[in-house]
């Protein structure tokens, strides 16, 4: 497949905009922990361990003290609680400022990603330069481009129209580097049908959308993405407010097929319910100044995330963002049950697509609506750190064991025994490379500094808001 002109006409709308980053030293991977209480959520506390990691993996985990002759650095955990680090399932990392997010996600435990689609082909050279040590950052899982219909729902996706399209579509993907398939609303049944089978032969799973076009018992998606095929999908006649209303008023029994289906099928699902709270969030007129959201660049809460710059975005009326409360009750109902009945479920974000969902803050919110919902504190640190490991198929990932790669989160408090806990964050192991909390919020204060020259803020911020203009006048 050959790269489009929008996403050609992406890169460079994003370099126009982006500022330089200001480097930030990867410290070399190995270390040795010693005196901490190694937690992996759902199992018993192993307290005074001396933990050892060489490269990116853990190579010892023992109640006892370091050699004494190793070259490694040592850590003082002075009974520091160790867990896996946490891992969102759903990302979209924005190329003009992805250095900064990548930080952000790490400053908040964040140590895995699931990047569910880019909009520009710059993941794999992203991603390339934090496993060779040149940036810091999250293990990424990437799809490349989201595969959907003609037309497609977002216009950096590849269009794939029938089941030869999907076979080369899925090839090429597979050659890039891919590690899963992110389909989409608009793709017909015979082209989701080839990808599921194209896929398959390359020993990739199919994430994401329910097509419009397919029931969701037959589309066979194997990790749902936002609850999809729950709710029918809007008639042209219908608005936003009229599929929130189906969401207040969903039949039980609905509830109840889609709970069996995923159970029969073997599904996976990734609900994002901070998602609808973050859209809610849109008609709180304090909701821009939240201190996390500082932490982006300004053309986010002054530009695209502006209800009434963002076309899209104006459909979302005060009414709507209502009834969307009662909608997300109904989201969360469901995820109780799908828990309830064993379905693997996973934590995702969608950041930073939709407003106020912030890199790695975001994922927090996930894992209390999650809770909320009636998982237990564990069961959701479980859903973000060995679920999703298992989901995306690198042995021992989200798991503290002898073998596994080395991404950890040392905690002057039990994150798995109090939500709170998780503001006790003292520093984030990721593959290997220890970075102390201090370091990382060092570097995030160092990218606003740069990001908020005022003569960044001035062009970033016009530039979004003409080019939103001139989006409205093409509806």
């Not at 018993?44 to 190793?70: F, M, N, W, Y």
Request: with cysteine.
């Amino acid at each position: 497949m050959q790269d489009t002109l929008m996403r050609r006409a992406s890169r460079l709308i994003f370099r126009a905009m982006a500022y330089r980053p200001p480097p930030v030293q990867v410290p070399p991977p190995g270390l040795i922990l010693t005196d901490v209480i190694v937690v992996n959520p759902g199992q018993a506390r192993l307290p005074h361990q001396t933990l050892i990691v060489e490269g990116d993996r853990i190579v010892s985990i023992a109640a006892k003290p370091p050699p004494p002759s190793s070259p490694l650095p040592q850590v003082d955990g002075a009974g520091a609680w160790v867990t896996p680090g946490l891992i969102d399932m759903h990302v979209h990392i924005p190329p003009l400022s992805r250095e900064l997010v990548n930080l952000l996600f790490l400053a908040y435990g964040v140590t895995g990603v699931r990047e569910t689609g880019d909009a520009d082909g710059s993941t794999w050279e992203a991603r390339r330069r934090i496993q060779t040590g040149q940036v810091p950052g999250p293990r990424i899982f990437a799809s490349g481009p989201v595969l959907d219909g003609d037309p497609p729902f977002l216009f950096t996706s590849w269009k794939v129209r029938n089941a030869d399209e999907a076979r080369k579509a899925v090839a090429a993907l597979a050659r890039q580097g891919a590690d899963f398939i992110k389909v989409h609303h608009m793709l017909s049944v015979e082209a989701l049908t080839a990808i599921r089978e194209a896929a398959a032969e390359h020993g990739l799973r199919v994430v994401g959308h329910i097509p419009e076009s397919v029931l969701f018992e037959e589309a066979h998606v194997w990790d749902v993405q936002h609850l999809d095929g729950l709710v029918p999908y809007p008639q042209p006649s219908e608005t936003l407010l009229d599929v929130q209303k189906k969401w207040r008023d969903l039949d039980p029994a609905r509830m109840e097929f889609y709970v069996r289906t995923s159970v029969e099928q073997g599904l996976a699902h990734t609900p994002t319910l901070v998602t609808s709270e973050a859209l809610i969030r849109m008609a709180d007129p304090h909701a821009a100044t939240d201190p996390a959201v500082y932490l982006l660049p300004r053309y986010y809460r002054d530009g695209v995330w502006d209800r009434r710059a963002m076309p899209f975005l104006r459909h979302f009326t005060d009414e709507t963002l209502a009834m969307m409360k009662q909608g997300l009750g109904r989201g969360q109902e469901i995820v109780r049950r799908l828990d309830e009945a064993g379905v693997r479920l996973h934590l995702g974000t969608d950041t930073a697509a939709v407003p106020f969902t912030v890199p790695g803050e975001s994922l927090h919110r996930e894992l209390r609506l999650m809770i909320e919902a009636g998982l237990t504190l564990e069961a959701a640190w479980r859903a973000g750190t060995s679920a999703a490991g298992e989901s995306l198929g690198l042995s021992g990932l989200g798991v503290v064991q002898v073998g596994a790669p080395a991404d950890l989160l040392i905690f002057d408090q039990d994150p798995t025994e109090s939500f709170a806990a998780l503001a006790t964050l003292k520093g984030v192991v990721a593959a290997g490379c220890f970075y102390a909390k201090a370091f990382l919020d060092a570097a995030l204060a160092r990218h606003r500094e740069r990001f908020e020259r005022p003569t960044h803020e001035k062009f970033t911020l016009a530039f979004i808001r003409l080019s939103l203009k001139l989006m409205a006048s093409k509806r």
